[in-house]
């Protein structure tokens, strides 16, 4: 089974709206910490938010959010006040406590923001 | 205060002929990781060093690559005799421990175009 599953291969947003980007996970490990990177058309990979499995809250980072959805396992972006320069590949990622080696890496979605 | 350093950036090789990528992690990071991205894909994970050890290496392949991550001097990735298939982005990654909590901070990536 995918660790990670991201299902929305591309997505378009109009400038100043927000756009949700979708992720579900699997795991059996009760520790876990789930991530999203963002990667632009120069390729570097850049660290956007994290989530903690055992955190109560839901992660913010100015104008990214993570909805953590513990039960649905689901960790879904939300983007608030798109930007022309939001427009990117978005990863979503998992790193388990008992698997703690590696991350593992979801397809990714490729954002668009239309002017 | 320099970040995951990565070279080259872009590196051509001919099928046949062998390709060493460095990377030099963050001031203070001694965990080391590779990652491949194929086009159009997420980051594969492939190995995971410590200063002079192997960690996990479940995500190379069984031939033509090997890497090491000395006392002294940057993690090199070696891959043999590249063919097509080899032409990726590798990345690498450091972190300060293995705890689930920490994030990876990746490099630009080496962009390995076998002609």
């Known amino acids: 089974a995918q660790k990670i599953t991201q299902t929305q291969p591309g997505m378009f947003v109009q400038e100043k709206e927000a756009v949700t980007l979708d992720c579900t996970y699997d795991?059996?490990?009760?520790?876990?910490?789930l991530f999203w990177y963002k990667q632009p058309s120069s390729g570097e990979m850049i660290f956007l938010i994290y989530?903690?499995?055992?955190?109560?809250q839901n992660a913010t980072e100015g104008r990214y959010s993570l909805n953590f959805q513990k039960a649905r396992k689901s960790a879904n972006l939300v983007i608030s006040a798109s930007q022309l320069g939001d427009s990117a590949m978005y990863f979503c990622?998992?790193?388990?406590?008992?698997?703690?080696?590696?991350?593992?890496f979801g397809t990714g979605t490729s954002l668009t923001v239309i002017p | 205060n320099a970040g995951v350093m990565q070279n080259p950036r872009h590196l051509v090789r001919r099928r046949g002929q062998e390709a060493r990528l460095r990377c030099s992690p963050m001031?203070?990071?001694?965990?080391v990781y590779w990652y491949r991205q194929l086009p159009e894909e997420g980051l594969k994970f492939m190995v995971y060093?410590?200063?002079?050890?192997?960690?996990?290496e479940s995500g190379m392949p069984k031939e033509r690559f090997s890497a090491e991550f000395p006392k002294e001097g940057p993690s090199i990735l070696r891959i043999q005799q590249v063919v097509r298939g080899d032409s990726a982005a590798y990345f690498c990654?450091?972190?300060?421990?293995?705890?689930?909590?920490?994030?990876?901070?990746f490099g630009p990536g080496t962009r390995l175009t076998v002609t």
């Open positions: 990654a450091s972190s300060p421990g293995q705890e689930a909590i920490y994030e990876q901070y």
């Open positions: 990622a998992m790193r388990e406590r008992d698997t703690g080696n590696q991350f593992y």
């Open positions: 060093l410590q200063k002079e050890n192997i960690i996990d």
């Open positions: 795991t059996s490990d009760p520790s876990y910490g």
């Open positions: 989530q903690g499995s055992y955190d109560q």
């Open positions: 001031k203070g990071h001694s965990h």
